[in-house]
């Protein structure tokens, strides 16, 4: 392939401008022309791009965001949009196309590859985690990190009051950011979309652990649930312990990304662009039992995320 194009499409994760660095550099060290779409499927459909050279990239390696913007594109649903797409990819001579998204952005790749024969690499960055095909995605890793952080001085002022800190993460349907910064932070309880809570277990676990010397406890719970707002109200109702929501938010999808994202950006972006200079198309890339795979794009959009019970049960017998 001579000229491919390059898009970040739905919720930013950090790490994709490392993946764009990536990108880019994989495509110029072969020779190809590597074309910058700006602000998603929408830049595509609006013809809204840039060609990328070696110094567009410079910098940026460590820089949460997204260089290109990101967008969510509706209008690519349609088969209307997907006709413009289309059209201008060929006006511009583009022969394959990386996406670096989550789920819908996938999805959308997955419409262009199957209905159109455009070559589609999709390369995993949202920081939920939630693709099953991937052991990570690229954002998930810094994500959690910003999340410990916060628990960490939340876990400070809590105890200094004795009081339970309900702490919402975000995640949409899944509970990946919940179950990992649980875990890591110390939390003696989690609460995730793919597991019923049940409110009296949660008072007795709380009640357990006080009797048990301990002057605070941190609940994360997975935005798919409800919101901190809520959970802690329902709680407060039922224990007489002094109980605070925070929502950490948007905080999770900014930041420098850390080693492990940028070692994802790194081999994800460098093996999207091998695998279309090989005019290998319609996949995705991933990372399974640490090593850097890729996988037909159909098959991969169509699996569902399981959830670590294991894991889940790893934080009920060392946290209380
Ligand atoms: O997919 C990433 C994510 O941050 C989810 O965790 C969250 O539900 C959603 O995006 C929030 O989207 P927005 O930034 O459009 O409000």
Not at 57 to 73: E, K, N
Not at 75 to 94: H, N, P, S, W, Y
Not at 284 to 299: A, F, L, P, R, S
Request: glycine share 12%; hydrophobic share 40%.
């Amino acid at each position: 392939m001579k000229r491919i194009g390059l898009l970040t499409s739905g919720g930013d994760a950090p790490g994709m401008n490392a993946a764009i660095r990536a990108v880019v550099r994989t495509g110029l060290y072969f020779g190809m022309e590597v074309y910058g779409i700006r602000r998603g499927y929408t830049g595509l459909i609006d013809d809204d791009m840039v060609p990328m050279e070696m110094r567009s990239v410079s910098d940026i390696v460590q820089r949460g965001g997204t260089m290109l913007r990101t967008a969510r594109c509706l209008e690519l649903l349609t088969k209307e949009g997907q006709r413009k797409a289309v059209e201008t990819l060929d006006r511009r001579g583009i022969e394959g196309l990386v996406v670096i998204g989550g789920d819908g952005s996938f999805r959308g790749a997955r419409d262009l590859t199957e209905g159109w024969g455009v070559p589609t690499i999709g390369i995993p960055g949202t920081i939920d985690n939630d693709l099953e095909y991937t052991d990570y995605t690229l954002g998930f890793d810094t994500a959690v990190n910003t999340c410990l952080d916060l628990i960490n001085k939340l876990r400070d002022t809590m105890t200094s009051h004795e009081r339970i800190s309900v702490v919402e993460v975000m995640g949409r349907r899944c509970g990946d950011i919940a179950l990992y910064a649980g875990i890591a932070s110390g939390a003696e309880i989690i609460v995730v979309p793919e597991i019923a809570f049940d409110i009296d277990d949660i008072v007795m676990r709380i009640n357990r652990s006080r009797a048990n010397g301990k002057h605070s406890n941190i609940i994360v719970v997975a935005e798919g649930v409800m919101s901190a707002e809520a959970f802690a109200k329902k709680l407060q109702e039922v224990t007489t312990y002094s109980v605070r929501p925070t929502t950490i938010g948007h905080v999770q999808r900014g930041g420098s990304p850390s080693m492990a994202d940028r070692m994802l950006a790194a081999q994800f972006g460098n093996k999207a662009v091998r695998l279309l200079n090989e005019g290998v198309g319609n996949r995705v890339v991933g990372i399974h039992k640490n090593e850097i795979i890729d996988m037909d794009i159909i098959e991969a959009v169509s699996m569902k995320k399981k959830f670590n019970y294991e894991l889940y049960e790893t934080l009920q017998m060392i946290s209380y």
